[in-house]
């Protein structure tokens, strides 16, 4: 079957998942850091359960005390009591919202990686939308949650009858126990329901993240279009940058066609290679290219020097050697063989004698030449 054109089948690309991420659009596993935060928490309190009876105690002799004392209380009495009471309250809960509150932030930041957005807050009329809502029921996700909810609900159905039927072999041994001892029982109990249950919730955790993070690609994921489009947008039109191109190349040559024009004279191959050369004897050490061009432009650039009478010799070895390794606006280099050097040096003096200026030209004629 023919795939449509427009159908999601490539990956994303960075971009995409950093303006989805910019957008509070990642993934994570609210019922990992449930089953995480469960599990940890009743651990710890399963570690703390002294500490917790020592606290429960000290909270019931302040009511004991609170309610035998009414007569004969004083003002300061009753509110140091209170104190006492409040502080006892904040020591027993204190280490569950702690543990409780950690655990959270971190299983959460390690999922989304310390992202942080307001644009999910934003309100959005797309979800006021009836037609959307109704697509909502019936889409994959809403069937995946349908199916972690009866998930869960049997397994921890299963973890309660597992443990409490471990356990009744130790309630006979209990009615005549006191009455700490069959709450730190039924506590205790409480505690291993919990922490089995948080195990089972981060086994469910598990492959609800795999899940998240599958349903997550997919919604990333882009179309040959997309890409392309998202290219021109990133690196701009290939149409567009080869217009910018072509008219930035037309300017250049415009700018060096009229540079033609304050040459000293040209060297051509005979008109497939062109260069156009400056020498200021008292500015450069050697000859400045500061025109040249092959066929087409060559002989644009023949036509110009012919034009203003400029002095064009035909060298087709040396206007090659030129034209291949010295840049417009550069001065000619060493680089060039002993022989065209000279032959260069020929041309140079036979201008400066047609125009009368031998006086000082000694400086490039005795420059000093390469070994061979």
Known sequence: MNQSKDSKTEKASPHRRLEARKKGNVFQSKDLISGIMIFMTFLALRFLVGYMFGRFESLINDFVSLGGSTAELTELAAARIMFDLAFNVFMLA????AVAMILGIVVSVSQTRFIFTTEQLKPKLSKLNPIEGFKKMFSLKSLVELVKSMLKITVIASIVYIVLTTKMGELPGLVMADIQ??????????????????????????????????????????SKQEIKDEYKQLEGDPLIKSRIRSIREKRAR???????????????NPEHYAVALKYEIEVNAAPLVIAKGQDN?????????????????????????????????????????????????????????????????????GRRRPAR
Do not use: C
């Open 181 to 222: 001892k069959d709450a730190a029982w039924m506590l205790l109990t409480v505690f291993d329901v919990a922490i089995f249950a948080g195990v089972g919730m981060i086994a469910i955790g598990i492959l609800d993240f795999i899940y998240q993070w599958w349903e997550h690609e997919r919604s990333l994921m882009m």
């Open 297 to 365: 432009i060559a002989m644009r650039i023949i036509t110009e020097a012919d034009k203003y009478n400029i002095m064009t010799v035909e060298n087709p070895p040396l206007a090659r050697v030129i034209y291949n390794s010295t840049e417009i606006g550069a001065e000619i280099g060493d680089n060039i063989p002993e022989e065209l050097m000279i032959a260069l040096t020929e041309i140079i003096l036979r201008f400066y004698e047609s125009k009368n200026r031998l006086g000082d030209i000694s400086k490039f004629a």
């Open 94 to 97: 204190g280490p569950i919202l």
């Open 254 to 268: 415009e700018r060096m066609m009229s540079a033609v024009k304050e040459a000293d004279v040209v060297i051509r």
